[in-house]
C-alpha cells in the first residue's frame, strides 16, 4: 500500500475489511496512524477471537460506527482498546457467539448509545443485567433472534424495565406508557419472587439478580406485601385511593405512579323507587340494617369504563345491569331558581272582576305568602347531581377527586314494554 493510497484511505470518512487478511492491512495502515476522517470501519467476517494488536496505535478520533459482524467474539474482553474511543456511539455485535457481557474488570463504554446483539447467544434477559453498568448511556439496543427473547413470556417488558434508560428496543420506540406498564408489571413479578423467599439468603440473591428493585419501590412504592412480610403484625390496610387509612386511621400517602394512585374510593348505596304496585318495605329490625341502609365502599380503577361499572354495582345489589341507575352525587352545589311573579296561579274568576267572593284581607295575605315564597327560593341551594350513563368512557371522566359517593337506584324495565 504506496503512499497515495494512504493519503487517499485517511480521507475517507467509511473504510471496509471484510476478509481474514485484516491484521496485514491494519499492521500498513499503522505507518499512518491517523485517520481524523474515518466514522465508519467495518471487520465483518473476520474471525476475530481479539482485536488486531496494531489496531491499538491507530487513532481514529472521530470513529462512531463500528461492525464487527460475524467476528466469533464469545466475550466483550478483548474489545477493551474500543474503551478509549470517546466518539464511538454504535457498535454491531451482529451474529457472534456471545454468552456473556460481564467482564473482570468490568469494561465501561462511557459513550456508546446503541449497540446490536441480535443472533448472539445471550441465554436468558439475566445476561442483561450489566448493560447499565458497562454502557450507561444506552438509549438503543436490538436482541432479535437471540435465545433471551425466548426465555420469558414478555421479554420486551421485561427488558424496558430492566434497563432505564432505553428508549428504542428492536427499532421500536419505547412511549412512556409502555415504560410504566413494564415497570409495573415487572414489580409484580419481582414481588412473587420476594413472597416466594424463605430465607434472607433467598432474598439477597433475588436483589443481586434485579438490582432494578430498588429503584422501581423508590419510584411506585413498596408492595404492601412485602411490608406485610417484613413486619407480619402489621394488617394489611385496605388501598381506597391516594391517600389511605391504615388501622390507626393515619393517612397513608401513595406514590403519583403506583396502583393505589389510580384507584378511587367509591360509597355506593341503594335507593329503592317506590311504585304504588311494590310492597311495602320490610320494617328495619334495631340490629340489622335493611339493604336500602346497606352501604358498599370499593376501590375501583378510575380506568374502568361506566358499563363495567355498572356490572360491577349489579353484583354487589343482584341486580341486572340494565336496570340500574348510578347518580353521582358531586360536592358542587347550585341555586334554586325563584318562582316569577308570571309564573303564580291565576284564577280567570279575579280576570272577571268577581272580587266580592273573597275580602281584601285574603287577597293580600295570599300575595304576601307568594312573594315570601319567592324571597326563600333565592337562599335555596341543591346538590348537582351527574346520571352515569352507559358509555364507555373511563370512570375517571366523571370524577375528579379520589372519592365519589353514587346513589343506586333501579329502573322499573315495564314501562318500557
Known sequence: ??????CFVSQQEILQFSDANVTSKIRTLCTQRRFPNIQTLSLAFNPLNELPSPF??????NLTILDLTYCSLSTLQ??????????????????NPLATL???????FPHLRAIDLTSTDLPTLSSLIPIPTTFPKLSSLKTSHAPLTTSHPSPRLITIARLPGLTILNNTPIPPHERQNAELYYLSTITSLFLAAKTDEEEIGLVEEHPQWKYLCEKYGEPESITQKRNPRTSPSHINSS???DENNETKIYPPLSLGANLIKFTFYYTPSPSPSDP?????????PTEAQQQHIRAIPKQIDIYRLKAFVGRLYSFPSLELKLVLETDEWDPVP?????DDDWSCSEDDGSEDDESAGVVERREKKKEKEREKGKNLWVRREIELVDSTRPVGFWVEGK?????VERRDLRMFK
Open 1 to 6: 500500500m504506496n503512499a497515495y493510497i494512504l
Open 56 to 61: 491499538l496505535d491507530l487513532q481514529l478520533p
Open 78 to 95: 478483548p474489545l477493551s482498546p474500543l474503551t478509549h474511543l470517546h466518539s464511538l456511539s454504535t457498535l454491531n455485535l451482529r451474529s
Open 102 to 108: 460481564s467482564t473482570r474488570p468490568p469494561l465501561i
Open 243 to 245: 391517600k389511605g387509612e
Open 280 to 288: 311495602p318495605p320490610p320494617q328495619p329490625q334495631k340490629d340489622k
Open 338 to 342: 325563584a318562582a316569577k311573579p308570571e
Open 403 to 407: 372519592e365519589a359517593r353514587v346513589r
